[in-house]
């Protein structure tokens, strides 16, 4: 097996560090033919673990489509009978890497609806802040109002990245090294400052069109 595929295999099954670090992407992206072909074999094998979900996404793994529209589906009923049951704990929102893994897959509006109700009415801000980091792969026109109106949201790392994700599908830098860029003054608690950040964030995509998938 190549280095990539041992850098593949520690990260996702062997690393215990991997939830804090971050996963290692990158080797993803070096394997191809049988190695890539087994990666998605294991990958699947462990579902619906969150690693695999992530990694079979980022392989584009068009054969795990059914099993992560599958995961999905029992997600999103798990989301809505907690909604309908008071004083019921809400679920982990996994469902925000699950639709972002489908989306890469293949694109298709129903994965982009979850993120968006995600984004819009998450009531934990890790779920809407989840989201708007997963519509950084989505430049869609029916994403661009719900990530315009989640740089209001009381968050500023939700504001951040929906900052970022706006950036990005219009074919702009999301990230910057400046800490006067608008991406950092809309997490500003000065209501003025933030003000001014969402004001340039909205100026820099006004006109532009979205980047292609």
Not at 8 to 25: I, K, N, Q, T
Not at 127 to 150: C, G, T
Request: no cysteine; charged share 30%; net charge negative.
């Amino acid at each position: 097996m190549s280095a990539a595929f041992e850098r593949f295999r520690y990260s996702f099954f062997d690393d215990p560090m991997s939830a804090r670090d971050g996963l290692d992407l990158a080797a993803l992206r070096e394997l191809a033919g049988d190695e890539r072909a087994r990666a998605v074999e294991m990958l699947i094998d462990v579902l619906p673990d969150t690693r695999a979900v992530i990694g079979l996404g980022e392989l584009r793994a068009r054969e795990a489509e059914p099993f992560l529209a599958q995961i999905l589906d029992a997600e999103e009923q798990e989301y809505r009978e907690a909604l309908a049951t008071p004083g019921a704990d809400r679920p982990a929102d996994k469902r925000t890497y699950v639709a972002k893994a489908l989306w890469q897959v293949r694109p298709d509006p129903r994965w982009l609806a979850t993120l968006i109700d995600a984004l819009a009415h998450g009531s934990e801000w890790t779920e809407r802040m989840h989201a708007a980091e997963a519509l950084f792969v989505a430049p869609d026109p029916i994403v661009v109002e719900p990530l315009k109106a989640a740089l209001d949201d009381e968050n500023e790392l939700v504001r951040h990245h929906a900052a970022r994700a706006l950036l990005h599908i219009h074919g702009l830098p999301a990230d910057a090294g400046d800490r006067d860029h608008f991406v950092y003054r809309i997490m500003s608690d000065d209501p003025a400052r933030r003000e001014a950040g969402k004001r340039d964030i909205l100026a820099a995509v006004a006109g532009r069109v979205l980047a292609a998938r």
